[in-house]
């Protein structure tokens, strides 16, 4: 039987399991990498779990997201990354040296690999025709301890694409923003979305990067391009063609649904405020005007878009209304146009060119004002995320982005009257490793630096016999990460500090939250209440950590994205879902809720027997748990069920 792409490198990687959707697989992992926002945490716990060295081929530790240094916090956190990665045999990649996904990108991933990051825009290296899954810290420490990384088999779906992109006025976020408003934020979970067709060969990996990169907004455990010629070519000019190996799907493979996409029919998109799904066409938002324009971000920040900009911007004046913040994703590229003098002519234009790093897509700088309309080339554009409640944020092009810069209104950028230079893919990148430290051999005398703000990893007791808790929060459907535990430049700098981060838990939505979760202590904790989609977004295992640290017990939604779900079983929390969709209707914040003999219910199956003793009712609650998750659970998380594994030997 043909076999398809997700299936080919499942196969060769497979530890345990049968490749059935909905079941468990362990997956041999050959690359892991961290951020210095998740990276902290995920250190900390491969340190806790006790190992002389990491166990998997490849470890890279970016630092990417915390870079402002307004005191010791930040900076202290680079020192630790760098120091445990020189100690336990990782790369380090110095601050500067660019976002993670796009240096990744550049120097490390190749076809037919299998990467997991602890960020969920990791599928960008999908555009190399590699696994590369989001994962939560402690998932990786356990994976670089040497365990295969257990996930649910999922649904592969084909992305079936035709025709050619209208370049140079239509770019490859145009495509991601077009499925998206297709298939919405909550059409990927469960799926992985294989791209193939007569319309790859149209794509290079830069540009197919860019869709597997937002395909993190579709739920889906990631996205993978064939290797082609194209990633061939990509491959030798960043100098590492001896790293490619062909890919593609067998005649005849199977896939749970085909989705055609004809790139020749697709204009400029733009996805409104507040969410990346709420696509319509640029056109359609014609005169619509703007006061912030920020190029860059893991999605859009390759010498392609880069290029594509300046040329839009040369000669030409941003408008006096419009702020322009732009940030290449990498040294290299940032090299790269400097050497070409296009760095000179957006600095002409009146752009503002910040360092190579994460910057204003997570809120460290570049806020727009109050009730301002800011357009990004970026993944995501939920509520505040930007640093600025009231604000507008729509992502598009970074072609798009350029020209509504200029003009201080959206416009189609066909329709502009401006000029662009089309884009032809270089032979030869720049590459520049100076930022980059290869892990040592000698690791004698290397001491791990823990400045004062970096605390333990709190870790939660074995699981009770019962909850009695209250109800802290009831929410609506979609309720992202950034909800939970905001992030921007006031929060990041607490990642490594659970204690202090947990004083913001939901602070965007209830300020007191994290008073009243303190408060219901005593009393037997707290239980979140969700729609569908709860924790959907970043991989940030401190939306998970920060609530059981509050004494958050369970966590009841209609549905859970994948990452945060994984996140919650690691540090104890069962995720729970409604037998009868209706009972979610019949909760209120302030409820009272008990479950009683959860041990026998566990190990009996999924169904657990809910009383609302405020309310006087009964209802069933639902926990998909597979066997290991059960165990982990009983254990009181991930981390204590390592660490007596690896004890047991
Ligand atoms: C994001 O884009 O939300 C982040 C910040 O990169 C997160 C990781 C984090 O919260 O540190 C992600 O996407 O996983
Ligand atoms: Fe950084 Fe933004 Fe990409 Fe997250 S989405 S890794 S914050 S650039």
Redesign the pocket.
Known sequence: MGKNIVEKIFGSHLAYGEMKAGTPVGLKVDQVYT?D??GTMAWLQFEAIGLDRVKVPLAVSYVD?NMMQSDYMNPDDHLFLQTVAARYGAYFSRPGNGICHQVHLEQFAAPGKIALGT???TPTGGGMGMIAI?VGGLDAATVMGGSPFEVTMPQVVKINLKGKLNRPWVTAMDVILEVLRRLTVKGGVGRIMEYGGPGVKDLNVTERATITNMGAELGATTSVFPSDKRTRFYLAAVGREGQWTELAADKGAKYAEVITIDLSAIEPMIARPHSPDNVVTVASLRGTKVDQVCIGSCTNSSYQSMKLVSSILKGNTVSERVNLLINPGSKQVYEMIAREGLTSDMIASGARMLEAS?GP??GMGGAPASGSVSVRSYN?NFKGRSGTKDAQVYLASPVSCAVFALRAEMVDPREAGLEIKAFKEPKKYLVNRSSLIPPKEDVSGVEVIKGPNIKEVPVREALKDSIDAEVLLKLGDNITTDDIMP?GSKVLPFRSNIPAISGFVFCNIDQCFSERANAAKAGGGGIIVGGENYGQ????EHAAMAPMFLGVQAVIAKSFARIHRSNLINFGVIPFTFQRADDYGRIESGDRITLTGLHKAMDEGAVYAAQNTTKGFSFNLVSDLNSREKELIKKGGLLPYTREKASKG
């Open positions: 951020q926002a998740t997201h960020d969920s825009h989001g994460c897509c997570i995501r992030a977004g970043s991989s940030r």
